[in-house]
C-alpha cells in the first residue's frame, strides 16, 4: 500500500508497511498514480502521452520496478506473525488527585474539573493504594508512569509530593522506576511548586491556548475572570528554570480560532520550545465544536504551520508535537497497532479510588474497570480494549495512517459513536492531514542536512 500526496511545494511517496518516504518528482509522482490502476506499461504511456517523452516513462517505470523489488514500495505484511500487547500488565496510571479547578474552560470534557460528579481532592491514603495497585499489576514492567491529572492537581499539591515520596520508596523495596509527569494550567504555580516540578517531575504539561483575547474567552478562572496573562507569567518562569528536561505547552483550539498557526507562532515567540496544539472535542451543539465543514480550512492552516515550522527551525529552535516524526526510528510496530493502552496498559484512578480504562471515562460508571481496594480487574473489559487495535478494525485496515494512530482515540469513537472500535472520522482526517504534514518537513529538513 503505497500513499500519494503534496505538501510545502513538493511530491511524496509514502509506502505504508515498509515506512520508506519518496520525494519523486512530478513525473514520478504521475506515473504512481497511475501505476496500479493501469495493467500494463504500454497503458500507462498512452495515459501520459504529450506529457512526457516515451523514453522517460519507460525510465521511470524501471526505477519504480526496482524499488518495488526492494520491497520500498507496495511491500506488504503478514499480520499473523505480529504478537500484539496483552491484558495482565498495566504500567500505566493517571492519577486524578483532584476533582476540582480554579478555572471554568468552557470546552473542559471533565465538566469544569468535576467529572460530573462532586468536588473532590485525593486523600494520600487513595494516592499510596493507587500506587500499590499499580506496582500489583505491573508484571515485569520496569518502568512505571503516573501522570498527576484533573481538574487541576496542584490544588491538591501537599498530596503530590507526598504520593511522588512514597512511589520513591516504593522504589527500592520493588525494583522499579517510577516516572512521575504532572499535566496543569500553572494559574497557582509558585517557586516552591517549580523547584519540586523540576526535581521530582520528569515532564509537565501546561495548558495555555495561546494569544490572550483567544485564551481568555474559553478559558476565564472561577471569578469569570481572563487567566492567560497570570498563567503565561508563571509558565515563562517555570520554562527558564526547566533548563534542559521536558515539558510541554499545550494549546486547544476551537471554531473560534481556526486560525490557531497564529497560537502556536505567539507562544513561540514567548520563549516556549516545546508546544502542542490540539483541536477540541466538543458535542457538535457547542457553539465553539468543529465539523467537517470546517476541514479545508483546518488543513490548509496545518499546512501553513508546516510553512512556518521549517523555516522558522532553520533560525531557532522548538518542537511541534505533531510534526514530530521519525521515519527511521519510529515506535515500534505492536505499539503503532494497539495505540495507548488504555483499558489494558493505562488505567486511570480517581480520588474515590475507582479505576477506568482512561481519563476520558472517568464518571461513566458503566466503564469502571476495577477499584484500587480489589485485586480484581474486569478482565472481559480490558480484553475488548486489548483487541480494540488495527487489524480488528475494518475502518483502518486499508488507511495508510494505520501504524500512527492505533485506530484512533477510543473514548472519541465511544463519544461520538458509541462503541469504541468505530474510528471518529473527522479526528482520523485531522491526523493524516498532520502526518502529511510532518512527512513533509521531516524529508526537507532531513534533505538540508545530507
Same mark, same amino acid.
Given at each position: 500500500?503505497?500513499?500519494?500526496?503534496?505538501?510545502?511545494?513538493? %511530491?511524496?511517496?509514502?509506502?505504508? $508497511?515498509?515506512?520508506? *518516504?519518496?520525494?519523486?518528482?512530478?513525473?514520478?509522482?504521475?506515473?504512481?498514480?497511475?501505476?496500479?490502476?493501469?495493467?500494463?506499461? +504500454?497503458?500507462?504511456? !498512452?495515459?501520459?502521452?504529450?506529457?512526457?517523452?516515451?523514453?522517460?516513462?519507460?525510465?521511470?517505470?524501471?526505477?519504480?520496478?526496482? *524499488?518495488?523489488?526492494?520491497?520500498?514500495?507496495?511491500?506488504?505484511?503478514? %499480520?499473523?506473525?505480529?504478537?500484539?500487547?496483552?491484558?495482565?500488565?498495566?504500567?500505566?496510571?493517571?492519577?486524578?488527585?483532584?476533582?476540582?479547578?480554579?478555572?471554568?474552560?468552557?470546552?473542559?470534557?471533565?465538566?469544569?474539573?468535576?467529572?460530573?460528579?462532586?468536588?473532590?481532592?485525593?486523600? =494520600?491514603?487513595?494516592?499510596?493504594?493507587?500506587?500499590?495497585? *499499580?506496582?500489583?499489576?505491573?508484571?515485569?514492567?520496569?518502568?512505571?508512569?503516573?501522570?498527576?491529572?484533573?481538574?487541576?492537581?496542584?490544588?491538591?499539591?501537599?498530596?503530590?509530593?507526598?504520593?511522588?515520596?512514597?512511589?520513591?520508596?516504593?522504589?527500592?523495596?520493588?525494583?522499579?522506576?517510577?516516572?512521575?509527569?504532572?499535566?496543569?494550567?500553572?494559574?497557582?504555580? +509558585?517557586?516552591?511548586?517549580?523547584?519540586?516540578?523540576?526535581?521530582?517531575?520528569?515532564?509537565?504539561?501546561?495548558?495555555?491556548?495561546?494569544?490572550?483575547?483567544?485564551?481568555?474567552?474559553?478559558?476565564?478562572?472561577?471569578?469569570?475572570?481572563?487567566?492567560?496573562?497570570?498563567?503565561?507569567?508563571?509558565?515563562?518562569?517555570?520554562?527558564?528554570?526547566?533548563?534542559?528536561?521536558?515539558?510541554?505547552?499545550?494549546?486547544?483550539?476551537?471554531?473560534?480560532?481556526?486560525?490557531?498557526?497564529?497560537? =502556536?507562532?505567539?507562544?513561540?515567540?514567548?520563549?516556549?520550545?516545546?508546544?502542542?496544539?490540539?483541536?477540541?472535542?466538543?458535542?457538535?451543539?457547542?457553539?465553539?465544536?468543529?465539523?467537517?465543514?470546517?476541514?479545508?480550512?483546518?488543513?490548509?492552516?496545518?499546512?501553513?504551520?508546516?510553512?512556518? $515550522? $521549517?523555516?522558522?527551525?532553520? !533560525?531557532?529552535?522548538?518542537?511541534?508535537?505533531?510534526?514530530?516524526?521519525?521515519?527511521?526510528?519510529?515506535?515500534?510496530?505492536?505499539?503503532?497497532?494497539?495505540?495507548?493502552?488504555?483499558?489494558?496498559?493505562?488505567?486511570? =484512578?480517581?480520588?474515590?479510588? +475507582?479505576?477506568?480504562?482512561?481519563?476520558?471515562?472517568?464518571?461513566?460508571?458503566?466503564?469502571?474497570?476495577?477499584?484500587?481496594? +480489589?485485586?480484581?480487574?474486569?478482565?472481559?473489559?480490558?480484553?475488548?480494549?486489548?483487541?480494540?487495535?488495527?487489524?480488528? !478494525?475494518?475502518?483502518?485496515?486499508?488507511?495508510?495512517?494505520?501504524?500512527?494512530?492505533?485506530?484512533?482515540?477510543?473514548?472519541?469513537?465511544?463519544?461520538?459513536?458509541?462503541?469504541?472500535?468505530?474510528?471518529?472520522?473527522?479526528?482520523?482526517?485531522?491526523?493524516?492531514?498532520?502526518?502529511?504534514?510532518?512527512?513533509? =518537513?521531516?524529508?526537507?529538513?532531513?534533505?538540508?542536512?545530507?
Amino acid at each position: 500500500m503505497i500513499h500519494l500526496f503534496e505538501s510545502l511545494n513538493h %511530491y511524496y511517496v509514502y509506502d505504508v $508497511y515498509s515506512g520508506a *518516504l519518496h520525494m519523486p518528482d512530478e513525473q514520478a509522482y504521475r506515473v504512481l498514480s497511475l501505476y496500479k490502476e493501469h495493467n500494463n506499461e +504500454d497503458e500507462i504511456i !498512452k495515459a501520459l502521452e504529450g506529457e512526457h517523452t516515451i523514453h522517460d516513462i519507460k525510465q521511470t517505470i524501471s526505477e519504480i520496478e526496482t *524499488l518495488i523489488d526492494e520491497n520500498l514500495l507496495y511491500s506488504s505484511m503478514d %499480520y499473523d506473525d505480529i504478537k500484539l500487547l496483552q491484558t495482565g500488565r498495566i504500567k500505566a496510571m493517571c492519577l486524578h488527585v483532584a476533582h476540582d479547578c480554579n478555572l471554568r474552560c468552557k470546552y473542559c470534557f471533565a465538566s469544569k474539573g468535576a467529572f460530573g460528579g462532586k468536588r473532590t481532592l485525593m486523600s =494520600v491514603d487513595v494516592g499510596k493504594k493507587a500506587l500499590d495497585f *499499580l506496582i500489583r499489576n505491573s508484571g515485569d514492567a520496569k518502568t512505571l508512569e503516573v501522570d498527576f491529572f484533573g481538574g487541576e492537581p496542584l490544588m491538591n499539591f501537599d498530596v503530590v509530593k507526598e504520593i511522588t515520596y512514597y512511589g520513591r520508596e516504593l522504589e527500592k523495596t520493588h525494583k522499579k522506576e517510577f516516572r512521575f509527569t504532572l499535566t496543569t494550567n500553572a494559574y497557582d504555580m +509558585d517557586d516552591t511548586i517549580i523547584e519540586f516540578l523540576n526535581e521530582e517531575i520528569y515532564n509537565v504539561v501546561i495548558s495555555i491556548d495561546g494569544r490572550e483575547d483567544v485564551h481568555d474567552f474559553m478559558r476565564p478562572d472561577n471569578s469569570g475572570k481572563g487567566s492567560q496573562s497570570t498563567i503565561l507569567k508563571n509558565a515563562k518562569k517555570f520554562a527558564e528554570k526547566r533548563g534542559d528536561k521536558s515539558y510541554y505547552i499545550r494549546g486547544t483550539y476551537t471554531k473560534n480560532n481556526l486560525d490557531f498557526a497564529e497560537d =502556536v507562532k505567539y507562544l513561540a515567540d514567548q520563549g516556549f520550545e516545546q508546544l502542542s496544539i490540539e483541536p477540541v472535542v466538543a458535542d457538535k451543539s457547542m457553539s465553539y465544536a468543529l465539523n467537517n465543514n470546517d476541514l479545508d480550512t483546518i488543513k490548509k492552516e496545518y499546512e501553513k504551520l508546516a510553512k512556518w $515550522y $521549517y523555516d522558522y527551525r532553520k !533560525k531557532k529552535f522548538v518542537n511541534f508535537f505533531h510534526f514530530m516524526i521519525n521515519l527511521e526510528e519510529g515506535p515500534c510496530l505492536i505499539k503503532r497497532l494497539s495505540g495507548c493502552g488504555a483499558g489494558f496498559e493505562y488505567v486511570a =484512578v480517581t480520588p474515590e479510588g +475507582d479505576v477506568y480504562p482512561c481519563h476520558q471515562y472517568v464518571g461513566n460508571e458503566e466503564m469502571i474497570l476495577a477499584t484500587i481496594a +480489589d485485586a480484581h480487574i474486569n478482565k472481559k473489559m480490558a480484553e475488548e480494549f486489548a483487541a480494540n487495535h488495527v487489524i480488528n !478494525k475494518q475502518q483502518c485496515k486499508d488507511c495508510w495512517a494505520q501504524f500512527w494512530c492505533g485506530g484512533g482515540c477510543g473514548a472519541n469513537a465511544y463519544k461520538f459513536n458509541g462503541d469504541i472500535s468505530i474510528p471518529y472520522a473527522m479526528e482520523c482526517d485531522m491526523l493524516k492531514t498532520r502526518l502529511e504534514c510532518a512527512m513533509a =518537513v521531516y524529508a526537507l529538513e532531513k534533505g538540508d542536512n545530507d
